[in-house]
């Protein structure tokens, strides 16, 4: 019998690879992803698309308002996006997001008796978030442990980071070799409703680099220019 | 000038004490409840109502659908919710609650720039909640330290849980010494439209024991009986 595990997916590049890797490494997968009053559901819609071709049985989406308490381009409609590489923590960085997603799956997981959650940061490409960091991932399987039925009955709540260490092009070498196919995938800030994207802002500018330094050919929709 | 602070405001007379206590070690208050899919809206009429006695600056409700994700009696109408004391971990248990709440305040002091944050949980009424212990607490400022651009930035993000090693007793002597009225909270697990306690569940009735033993009259509203 294959273990439980929840597996967040944003419907981007880096949570379905997790995905694969999940699945790959023998788990029974319930992927979650969350809706935060973010421009656009088209990376939902990716999740959906992504949690259905790789065999995910079943898929969550929860709502949680973060536009209620500010602080991001993401969420609030009034900054703009930045389309150029920032230095220091970007506007676009949501706070203590990875956080709340983790703790969304960690309720999840108790529901399912699940002890592992799988989560797709990674440190190389953190693009100056805190909370993509390894001591972040090794702070909240701490606090998991003693936060749950499961730390105080004694058992482990073990959190998997498998990008970590990874940068875009070999997660996307990783995730190529795991037969999953990318253009089902969408990493940009501000898609337009078909999921295509911008090709500008910070995420897109990850995501094509990692194409190209892996050799692999970006099956990117772009976004038609003027 | 004060202080920011974020306080986690259920509407109970645990956080309405919590509120009291950090306004009077001088914070600025920033009070946040979060709509978590229970059964009932009284806790946070009685939130908004204790946020503005108390002077808080200003009070949020936050939104999140836990039902999505089901496990305990409080968000989920097919459970019944326990009338006996129960032994071990309650049906009433939300997973991962505390941590998903602490999460939300988290991100909310961040975009405040608040290094502050109360929470109202205690260890000796603690009912079997893994999350109600001076251990989580602990585990969570650590996370809470490098999730955040505090942590980056080598601030620090203190959390206090002022009640942490008081009895329902001497919560509600300390409230009392700091002018809290009780008659605006509401603690009952299935209250009444109108905010009356059933006087039945076992919130209730730590509640009652807590006034009894305080020897401080208990100025709760319980359901007419027939």
Redesign the interface.
């Given at each position: 019998m294959r273990k439980p595990a929840v597996i967040l997916l944003s419907g981007g590049l880096d949570s379905a690879t997790v995905l694969a890797a999940a699945r790959d490494a023998g788990f029974e997968c319930h992927a979650l992803s969350v809706s935060y009053g973010q421009r656009h559901l088209a990376e939902i819609e990716a999740a959906a698309r992504v949690a259905a071709a790789l065999g995910a049985v079943q898929h969550?989406?929860?709502?949680?308002?973060?536009a209620?308490?500010?602080?991001s381009s993401l969420t609030d409609l009034s900054q703009v996006v930045p389309e150029a590489p920032s230095t220091g923590?970007p506007s676009t960085?949501?706070?203590?997001?990875?956080?709340?997603f983790l703790?969304?799956a960690?309720?999840?997981a108790?529901?399912l008796e699940a002890h592992d959650i799988f989560v797709g940061v990674n440190a190389v490409d953190y693009s100056g978030y805190?909370?993509c960091?390894p001591?972040?991932i090794d702070?909240?399987e701490?606090?998991?442990t003693?936060?749950?039925?499961a730390?105080?009955e004694g058992q482990g709540m073990r959190v998997h980071a498998p990008l970590i260490d990874l940068g875009k092009d070999e997660i996307i070498k990783l995730g190529t070799q795991l037969g999953l196919d990318y253009a089902m995938t969408v990493s940009c800030y501000q898609a337009d409703g078909s999921g295509a994207a911008c090709g500008r802002c910070d995420s897109c500018r990850l995501r094509r680099e990692g194409f190209e330094a892996a050799g692999i050919a970006d099956p990117t929709r772009y976004v038609a220019r003027a």
């Open positions: 969550r989406v929860m709502d949680v308002n973060l209620g308490i500010g602080g923590i960085y949501v706070p203590a997001r990875n956080t709340l703790s969304l960690l309720g999840w108790e529901v805190p909370d960091r001591e972040f702070a909240f701490r606090l998991a003693v936060a749950t039925k730390g105080v």
